[in-house]
């Protein structure tokens, strides 16, 4: 039997059809984690005025051509009231829902920084893609609705970028915290996840909504069962693990310029 390939997903089949990828879709939930790719691929702020997001909303989008590929970054921007980066899976879904509809990209990549479980091999600086997604703080005991909760998903799979990248593969739970409960570790450790974040399942899943393909790279910030506390690890560690990120997204880029999406 031909080993399964990212043709055989549902969200292959319009892009498919088209050719070549023209559009890529970058979303990235933190500043920090934007602008070394927005410098990268060289692109430029579409002004607040001329916006194709709805007036009042904070998401920012840069865009611009890179190696016959068009690519729009967007950013769910600062929280108005805070000023701090609307992380999290609401407004990653929001940006996504809204980057879909008006920016219609052949391929989504959601890059970001994670937690890693050193149990599962991950490790400062590595960067994965992951395989799976899933929510580990979406309780709801009824049956049915709790596979519901937990959403858990194929991601849209990628084989060639995996070889030819050597990147780690694993899965990924997302859920609105950077620290972990005693609930979240049971949820995550039952989701067989490697690594865990505050945005990914949300992605996939308004990207599966509109059969978009999706995939997801992920830099280790902090090892969440580790000896140090989160926060001052992640801290500590963000602007350095940031450019293993984006050596990572580039060369994921590089890779789709001028493939179609069976090729990746
Ligand atoms: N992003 C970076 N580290 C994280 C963690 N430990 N949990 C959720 N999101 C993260």
Same mark, same amino acid.
């Given at each position: 039997?031909?080993?399964?390939?990212?043709?055989?997903?549902?969200?292959?089949?319009?892009?498919?059809?088209?050719?070549?990828?023209?559009?890529?879709?970058?979303?990235?939930?933190?500043?920090?984690?934007?602008?070394?790719? +927005?410098?990268?691929?060289?692109?430029?702020?579409?002004?607040?005025?001329?916006?194709?997001?709805?007036?009042?909303?904070?998401?920012?989008?840069?865009?611009?051509? =890179?190696?016959?590929?068009?690519? @729009?970054?967007?950013?769910?921007?600062?929280?108005? +009231? /805070?000023?701090?980066?609307?992380?999290?899976?609401?407004?990653?879904?929001?940006?996504? =829902?809204?980057?879909?509809?008006?920016?219609?990209?052949?391929?989504?990549?959601?890059?970001?920084?994670?937690?890693?479980?050193?149990?599962?091999?991950?490790? *400062?600086?590595?960067? !994965?893609?992951?395989?799976?997604?899933? !929510?580990? @703080?979406?309780?709801?005991?009824?049956?049915?609705?709790?596979? =519901?909760?937990?959403?858990?998903?194929?991601?849209?799979?990628?084989?060639?970028?995996?070889?030819?990248?050597?990147?780690?593969?694993?899965?990924?739970?997302?859920?609105?915290? /950077?620290?972990?409960?005693?609930?979240?570790?049971?949820?995550?450790?039952?989701?067989?996840?490697?690594?865990?974040?505050?945005?990914?399942?949300?992605?996939?899943?308004?990207? @599966?909504?509109?059969?978009?393909?999706?995939?997801?790279?992920?830099?280790?910030?902090?090892?969440?069962?580790?000896?140090?506390?989160?926060?001052?690890?992640? /801290?500590?560690?963000? *602007?350095?693990?940031?450019?293993?990120?984006?050596?990572? +997204?580039?060369?994921?880029?590089?890779?789709?310029?001028?493939?179609?999406?069976?090729?990746?």
């Amino acid at each position: 039997m031909a080993p399964p390939s990212s043709s055989d997903h549902p969200a292959a089949a319009a892009v498919e059809a088209a050719g070549a990828i023209s559009k890529v879709l970058i979303v990235i939930a933190m500043q920090t984690e934007a602008l070394p790719l +927005v410098n990268k691929f060289q692109l430029v702020e579409a002004p607040t005025d001329e916006s194709v997001f709805p007036k009042g909303a904070p998401w920012t989008r840069f865009h611009g051509n =890179y190696k016959g590929l068009h690519i @729009d970054l967007v950013w769910p921007g600062k929280d108005p +009231v /805070l000023g701090v980066d609307s992380v999290g899976t609401v407004s990653a879904a929001l940006v996504t =829902y809204a980057s879909i509809q008006l920016l219609k990209p052949d391929l989504i990549i959601n890059a970001g920084t994670a937690g890693g479980f050193k149990a599962k091999g991950a490790g *400062i600086g590595d960067v !994965f893609l992951a395989t799976d997604v899933a !929510f580990h @703080d979406r309780r709801i005991p009824i049956p049915v609705f709790d596979s =519901y909760g937990i959403g858990a998903r194929k991601t849209f799979a990628t084989p060639n970028i995996v070889k030819e990248l050597s990147l780690k593969v694993g899965k990924l739970s997302t859920g609105d915290s /950077l620290d972990m409960s005693p609930h979240d570790e049971s949820a995550i450790l039952s989701n067989d996840a490697t690594i865990k974040d505050m945005e990914g399942a949300a992605v996939a899943y308004v990207a @599966d909504m509109f059969s978009t393909p999706a995939i997801f790279v992920k830099a280790v910030t902090d090892i969440v069962d580790g000896e140090k506390p989160t926060a001052e690890e992640f /801290l500590q560690n963000l *602007i350095a693990v940031t450019m293993a990120l984006d050596v990572a +997204v580039t060369k994921v880029v590089d890779f789709i310029s001028g493939k179609c999406i069976s090729e990746l």
